[in-house]
């Protein structure tokens, strides 16, 4: 390990009790310590103890817009008053269509304060989409009291499918906070639904996950377990990741707002044309803790790589650097971990963790020095794992406070997600980073249902082939869907990258064909795919092959595309297929 660090953190430990079935049980040796009862708490917290600090920052011109502490619980209030005027409550909830923005945040704090439950929605679903189904199945399950666009223009047509309008955040800002919020606020509690966050999960139908306070509370008391240095210092995010997933809207957003930090608000996004807007806000904001998804990263690196500039203030306060939401892939932690040693001699922080909507996000917490990347650490405190034998994996479980009550008016949905013991099933698995030290933490293992068996009855690990197809083809993937179920050989349907589009398509192809043989020589059939297919169509949306975030739903890709499966299993292999000769 050539990376160290100065932040104080908690020790690698974990308990462990291995039962008779076979199943594995792991929680932390910390008790979870209290926490508040509701996230506005936090928000009263630092509007008296440090009302002037810049809260959220937002790019205005050439500049930035500022709003302190003090005059975020002021908005709060006064929004959290015009809700309940309006009638709205657990009921009627508030649904924000938009981006993250300065206005998203104030209105999803004061419905949060005022009891009523928010739930930003992706962006994806009314601006990409072109038949607006996943957002009219949304709106059927919500029934919003209350709907919020950032510019009502842009999204006239996705409010005109579900017959809603637009209500300004300016227009609830009128409204002068009284006793019925002041009530409203103290009878909250930890049980209180603060937000419904729809994922659309394996089949591609939105799924409202419930978020109590309770979730969102306990989680950022277990992280500030885990990572004392969070309360040791003002921290400043710059950060893109969309508040509508629990990433961005609950680990990053909370841990700013439960720790008194600054969030700058990166209109960028990980996509051509857009990280440059990331690139340009690291030019002039320096972080003290980064987070972001492996595309994120990828589309970054090389900025950081050749722009001096951008690389000296990005690195210059930073502590911290953090993955989730997918595997890293190693290149990219090599290149990363290079930068870091050239700018700062190796100070500085790599870590992950893991977990999901359902969880608050974090289930385990990586929180002790790690060679490289795919460890996601131990459970966090008051969180506990159940690992089950599942197909020759260990499938995980999870129980604790930062655990989902269940799913938005689907009580169905809700009792299939929990074993006869209350163990969320999360859908997938964990291996032992080192099985004769199980503090060295865990390693996501893939998702237990979209793994599969060959024709010789060997099981494939589609997440491991994934990265290290990804990983072998360099820089020219941008991402990859694992094919094979019951036949003789692995294929893989694969996604170019922006860099393969500066090629030539030859050139592309010859890469591609040359990655294969080697993959060939490090191990057998299941462990690599031995031909390839090119798709030029880009995943849909609207068919649910993709999130906004950019991550691959592999079922629905399968499913949409059987034909090019079919194509790129044929024997011999149509010309279009690049295989193994």
Same mark, same amino acid.
């Given at each position: 390990?050539?990376?160290?660090?100065?932040?104080?953190?908690?020790?690698?430990?974990?308990?462990?009790?291995?039962?008779?079935? &076979?199943? !594995?049980?792991?929680?932390? #040796?910390?008790?979870?310590? *209290?926490?508040?009862? $509701? %996230? =506005?708490?936090?928000?009263?917290?630092?509007?008296?103890?440090?009302?002037?600090?810049?809260?959220?920052?937002?790019?205005?011109?050439?500049?930035?817009?500022?709003?302190?502490?003090?005059?975020?619980?002021?908005?709060?209030?006064?929004?959290?008053?015009?809700?309940?005027?309006?009638?709205?409550?657990?009921?009627?909830?508030?649904?924000?269509?938009?981006?993250?923005?300065?206005?998203?945040?104030?209105?999803?704090?004061?419905?949060?304060?005022?009891?009523?439950?928010?739930?930003?929605?992706?962006?994806?679903?009314?601006?990409?989409?072109?038949?607006?189904?996943?957002?009219?199945?949304?709106?059927?399950?919500?029934?919003? &009291?209350? !709907?919020?666009?950032?510019? #009502?223009?842009?999204?006239? *047509?996705?409010?005109? $499918? %579900? =017959?809603?309008?637009?209500?300004?955040?300016?227009?609830?800002?009128?409204?002068?906070?009284?006793?019925?919020?002041?009530?409203?606020?103290?009878?909250?509690?930890?049980?209180?639904?603060?937000?419904?966050?729809?994922?659309?999960?394996?089949?591609?139908?939105?799924?409202?996950?419930?978020?109590?306070?309770?979730?969102?509370?306990?989680?950022?008391?277990?992280?500030?377990?885990?990572?004392?240095?969070?309360?040791?210092?003002?921290?400043?995010?710059?950060?893109?990741?969309?508040?509508?997933?629990?990433?961005?809207?609950?680990?990053?957003?909370?841990?700013?707002?439960?720790?008194?930090?600054?969030?700058?608000?990166?209109? &960028?996004?990980?996509?051509?044309?857009?990280?440059?807007?990331?690139?340009?806000?690291?030019?002039?904001?320096?972080?003290?803790?980064?987070?972001?998804?492996?595309?994120?990263?990828?589309?970054?690196?090389?900025?950081?790589?050749?722009?001096?500039?951008?690389?000296?203030?990005?690195?210059?306060?930073?502590?911290?650097?953090?993955?989730?939401?997918?595997?890293?892939?190693?290149?990219?932690?090599?290149?990363?971990?290079?930068?870091?040693?050239?700018?700062?001699?190796?100070?500085?922080?790599?870590?992950?963790?893991?977990?999901?909507?359902?969880?608050?996000?974090?289930?385990?917490?990586?929180?002790?020095?790690?060679?490289?990347?795919?460890?996601?650490?131990?459970?966090?405190?008051?969180?506990?794992?159940?690992?089950?034998?599942? &197909?020759?994996?260990?499938?995980?479980?999870?129980?604790?406070?930062?655990?989902?009550?269940?799913?938005?008016?689907?009580?169905?949905?809700?009792?299939?997600?929990?074993?006869?013991?209350?163990?969320?099933?999360?859908?997938?698995?964990?291996?032992?980073?080192?099985?004769?030290?199980?503090?060295?933490?865990?390693?996501?293992?893939?998702?237990?249902?979209?793994?599969?068996?060959?024709?010789?009855?060997?099981?494939?690990?589609?997440?491991?082939?994934?990265?290290?197809?990804?990983?072998?083809?360099?820089?020219?993937?941008?991402?990859?869907?694992?094919?094979?179920?019951?036949?003789?050989?692995?294929?893989?349907?694969?996604?170019?990258?922006?860099?393969?589009?500066?090629?030539?398509?030859?050139?592309?192809?010859?890469?591609?064909?040359?990655?294969?043989?080697?993959?060939?020589?490090?191990?057998?059939?299941?462990?690599?795919?031995?031909?390839?297919?090119?798709?030029?169509?880009?995943?849909?949306?609207?068919?649910?092959?993709?999130?906004?975030?950019?991550?691959?739903?592999?079922?629905?890709?399968?499913?949409?595309?059987?034909?090019?499966?079919?194509?790129?299993?044929?024997?011999?292999?149509?010309?279009?297929?690049?295989?193994?000769?």
């Amino acid at each position: 390990m050539r990376l160290r660090t100065r932040l104080r953190c908690a020790p690698a430990e974990v308990l462990l009790e291995k039962r008779a079935d &076979g199943a !594995v049980l792991l929680r932390s #040796p910390q008790p979870l310590r *209290p926490h508040a009862r $509701a %996230v =506005g708490d936090w928000l009263v917290q630092w509007h008296e103890r440090a009302p002037g600090r810049t809260f959220l920052a937002e790019r205005k011109g050439e500049g930035w817009r500022r709003v302190s502490y003090a005059e975020a619980w002021a908005s709060a209030r006064r929004i959290g008053q015009a809700l309940l005027d309006l009638g709205l409550g657990p009921d009627r909830p508030v649904a924000i269509l938009s981006d993250n923005s300065v206005e998203h945040a104030l209105l999803a704090l004061g419905a949060m304060h005022a009891g009523v439950p928010v739930a930003p929605i992706s962006p994806a679903y009314s601006l990409m989409s072109r038949d607006f189904a996943k957002l009219g199945q949304i709106f059927a399950l919500l029934r919003p &009291g209350l !709907v919020y666009a950032s510019d #009502p223009e842009k999204f006239a *047509p996705a409010l005109a $499918a %579900v =017959g809603a309008t637009s209500t300004p955040v300016a227009k609830l800002l009128e409204t002068n906070p009284g006793s019925t919020l002041e009530v409203a606020f103290s009878r909250l509690t930890p049980d209180t639904v603060a937000k419904i966050l729809f994922t659309s999960g394996s089949t591609g139908t939105p799924k409202g996950v419930i978020n109590t306070h309770r979730m969102l509370t306990s989680n950022q008391e277990s992280w500030a377990q885990l990572w004392p240095f969070l309360e040791e210092r003002v921290h400043t995010l710059v950060d893109w990741l969309p508040w509508n997933h629990t990433f961005g809207g609950n680990a990053c957003f909370n841990m700013v707002l439960r720790n008194g930090g600054t969030l700058y608000i990166d209109g &960028g996004k990980p996509a051509p044309g857009l990280a440059e807007i990331t690139a340009r806000n690291l030019r002039e904001i320096s972080p003290t803790m980064y987070f972001n998804v492996p595309r994120g990263f990828d589309l970054l690196m090389p900025m950081l790589e050749q722009d001096a500039a951008l690389r000296a203030n990005f690195f210059r306060d930073l502590d911290l650097v953090f993955y989730a939401g997918a595997a890293l892939p190693q290149n990219l932690w090599e290149r990363l971990e290079k930068l870091a040693l050239d700018q700062k001699g190796g100070d500085l922080a790599m870590l992950s963790a893991w977990g999901s909507t359902e969880t608050a996000p974090m289930a385990s917490c990586v929180h002790y020095p790690i060679e490289r990347a795919g460890v996601v650490g131990n459970p966090a405190p008051g969180c506990e794992l159940k690992l089950v034998p599942s &197909g020759g994996k260990l499938e995980v479980r999870v129980k604790g406070p930062n655990v989902t009550p269940g799913y938005f008016r689907r009580d169905d949905l809700t009792r299939a997600a929990f074993d006869e013991e209350g163990y969320y099933r999360i859908g997938d698995a964990m291996r032992f980073a080192d099985p004769a030290a199980p503090e060295k933490g865990l390693v996501f293992d893939g998702r237990v249902a979209e793994d599969f068996k060959l024709s010789t009855g060997t099981w494939v690990h589609v997440g491991a082939v994934r990265v290290k197809l990804i990983a072998a083809c360099d820089p020219l993937l941008q991402d990859a869907v694992i094919t094979g179920h019951d036949r003789d050989q692995m294929g893989a349907l694969v996604f170019l990258s922006p860099a393969a589009a500066k090629l030539a398509p030859e050139v592309v192809r010859a890469r591609l064909a040359a990655a294969l043989p080697a993959l060939m020589a490090e191990g057998g059939s299941s462990t690599h795919p031995g031909r390839l297919l090119v798709m030029e169509e880009p995943p849909q949306i609207d068919a649910g092959e993709i999130t906004d975030k950019g991550y691959l739903n592999q079922r629905a890709v399968l499913e949409r595309r059987a034909a090019l499966v079919a194509k790129l299993h044929q024997d011999p292999p149509p010309p279009e297929v690049i295989a193994v000769p």
